[in-house]
């Protein structure tokens, strides 16, 4: 079995995660501010170089003000994904000269 940090869902964990930071409107540094941890801390985690446990999540999401179900929208980003690859791939091959 592979890792975790290498699969789609991790990949759109980690999407979440900073998108969480920006719409909070908060920057690497103030979150590691909160966290009284070097700023390398928040960068290594929304890069996929270091993997948190379920207490440091807690922490984000609390600091970021949203809610656990936030963050694991596996299903609906992959699907979403799918469509718009081969909504491109579709209209990608209609262009082509025959």
Do not use: C
Not at 35 to 59: A, H, M, N, T
């Amino acid at each position: 079995m592979r890792k975790t940090i290498y699969t789609k869902e991790f990949k759109i964990f980690q999407e979440h995660l900073k998108r969480a930071r920006k719409d909070s409107k908060l920057t690497q540094v103030e979150v590691s501010e909160k966290l009284d941890q070097p700023q390398s801390y928040v960068s290594k985690i929304e890069s996929g170089d270091r993997r948190i446990d379920v207490i440091e999540f807690w922490r984000l999401a609390k600091i970021y003000r949203k809610p656990a179900e936030y963050f694991f929208r596996f299903d609906d980003e992959l699907a979403e994904k799918r469509q718009i690859k081969s909504g491109v791939l579709k209209a990608a091959s209609k262009n082509r000269k025959k």
